[in-house]
C-alpha cells in the first residue's frame, strides 16, 4: 500500500522556468491537499480540492495552480518560478467527515525544490 | 494570526528523561480537531494521535501521552522515556469545522533531540 506518492523528490529550477508536482493517492480518499514548508514556519496550505472537480485556495496560493485530474491525482504548477518558492512541498489526502477515520491527512514524502 | 502555537523551537534531552511538548491554540469554533504530526529527519509526516473538542479524556499510548484541556486551549504531547528515534520535529495541528474539516493549521514545529 504506497499511500501517497509524489514525484519528483528533488528539484533545481532557474528563475522563469515552469514545472508540474505530481501527487497521486491509492487510499480511496475525496480530499487531497499542497502544502509547502519553510524553515520555522510549519505548513501552509497552498491550495486543496475537498473532492473530484473541486479546488480552493489556502494560505498561500500566489504562483501556483492545481488540477485535480481524477480522484487519485492533484498536481501543482508553478508557471513561472520565483526563489521566494524554494521550498519543500507536501501534499497530502483524506476522507472528509464526522466518524474515527475521517479527517487524518496523510501525508506524501515531500519534493524538495530549489529555485535559482 | 497565527492559531496555532507551539512556543518551543528545540527540546535538547538525554536518553530515558520525560520530554513534553506545548501546543496552545485558538479558535472561536466549538467542534475542532487537534492533531500531533511527527517528521522525523527523513522528511515524512507521521500522523501521531487526533483529538475532538468534544473529548477531553487524555489518553496514553505506549511511550505517549496527550492532555488536553479546553480550558486553557492546550493540546500538550509527552513522551515518556525518551528514545534516540524520538528525535524528530513534531507539528501541532488544527482543523476546525468551519473549514469543513478540510485545512488543517500547523504551528511551527518542535524540534525534539534525544541523545544517547
Known amino acids: 500500500n504506497a499511500g501517497v506518492t509524489q514525484t519528483p523528490k528533488f528539484q533545481v529550477l532557474k528563475t522563469g522556468q515552469s514545472m508540474t508536482l505530481q501527487c497521486a493517492q491509492d487510499?480511496?480518499?475525496?480530499?487531497m491537499y499542497w502544502y509547502r514548508q519553510d524553515p520555522g514556519m510549519g505548513l501552509r496550505l497552498i491550495y486543496y480540492?475537498?473532492?473530484?472537480?473541486?479546488?480552493d485556495k489556502g494560505e498561500v496560493p500566489n504562483g501556483y495552480n492545481v488540477s485535480r485530474l481524477n480522484k487519485r491525482e492533484f498536481s501543482l504548477r508553478l508557471e513561472s518560478a520565483a526563489p521566494s518558492q524554494t521550498s519543500v512541498y507536501f501534499c497530502?489526502?483524506?476522507?472528509?467527515?464526522?466518524?474515527?477515520?475521517?479527517?487524518?491527512?496523510?501525508f506524501g514524502a515531500g519534493t524538495r525544490l530549489s529555485v535559482l | 494570526a497565527q492559531k496555532v502555537t507551539q512556543a518551543q523551537t528545540e527540546i535538547s534531552v538525554v536518553e530515558k528523561e520525560d520530554v513534553t511538548l506545548d501546543c496552545v491554540y485558538e479558535?472561536?469554533?466549538?467542534?475542532?480537531?487537534l492533531f500531533w504530526y511527527k517528521q522525523p529527519p527523513s522528511g515524512e509526516l507521521v500522523f501521531l494521535i487526533r483529538?475532538?473538542?468534544?473529548?477531553?479524556q487524555n489518553e496514553i499510548s505506549g511511550r505517549y501521552s496527550w492532555n488536553f484541556q479546553k480550558s486553557t486551549s492546550s493540546f500538550n504531547f509527552t513522551i515518556t522515556a525518551s528514545q534516540v528515534v524520538d528525535s524528530a520535529v513534531y507539528f501541532c495541528?488544527?482543523?476546525?469545522?468551519?473549514?469543513?474539516?478540510?485545512?488543517?493549521?500547523f504551528g511551527a514545529g518542535t524540534q525534539v533531540v534525544v541523545t544517547p
Open positions: 497530502a489526502s483524506s476522507e472528509l467527515g464526522r466518524g474515527q477515520a475521517k479527517n487524518i491527512q496523510y
Open positions: 487510499m480511496n480518499h475525496n480530499s
Open positions: 480540492s475537498a473532492s473530484e472537480g473541486t479546488t
Open positions: 479558535t472561536r469554533d466549538t467542534t475542532y480537531y
Open positions: 483529538r475532538n473538542s468534544f473529548d477531553e
Open positions: 495541528a488544527l482543523s476546525e469545522a468551519r473549514d469543513s474539516w478540510g485545512k488543517l493549521q
